[in-house]
């Protein structure tokens, strides 16, 4: 996958890191959503850049009782609320920390209580329609 890289001044830095935060987009995400801009065909789906995953590529372990999946899933969301951002290689795959970052990205700061229920509605969802989970 090519990289790009490029210095901006401290300006503009601020200004697309806050316009980056304010759209819920990850970098990649905010440098598509400009060029969609420039060539005026502005698609939804480009936001959801780092969100979106294969499903061929789900490295999720279905949650065993005493496991610690909810803490690596939290521990993932605590780091989209902290602003880390995860490179395309991370993103690729789904494990239960990236999930975790992913609804961080979407949702932000959120009460832990509300979190353990998404990891629960999610460990319903992954049940309900995995292939391999299904009898």
């Known amino acids: ?3 790009v890289r490029t210095e901006l001044d401290d300006e503009v830095y601020e200004m697309a ?3 980056k935060e304010e759209q819920g987009r990850t970098w990649n995400g905010l440098i598509s959503a400009a ?3 420039f060539a005026n065909s502005d698609s939804p789906d480009e936001r959801l850049l780092g969100l979106k995953h294969d499903w061929d590529e ?3 372990v279905f949650p065993e009782p005493g496991n610690d999946r909810l803490g690596s ?3 993932g969301w605590t780091k989209a609320e902290n602003g880390q951002e995860f490179g395309q290689r991370a993103l690729n795959g789904l494990s239960w920390h990236n999930l975790g970052w992913r609804l961080g990205m979407l949702f932000g700061e959120t009460p832990t209580e509300l979190k353990e229920e998404l990891y629960q509605w ?3 969802q992954q049940k309900e ?3 391999d989970t299904k009898e």
């Open 17 to 19: 890191k806050q316009m």
């Open 122 to 124: 999610c460990v319903q």
């Open 1 to 3: 996958m090519p990289e």
């Open 58 to 60: 789900d490295q999720r």
């Open 35 to 37: 060029l969609r801009e």
């Open 129 to 131: 329609t995995r292939k």
């Open 73 to 75: 899933f939290k521990a």
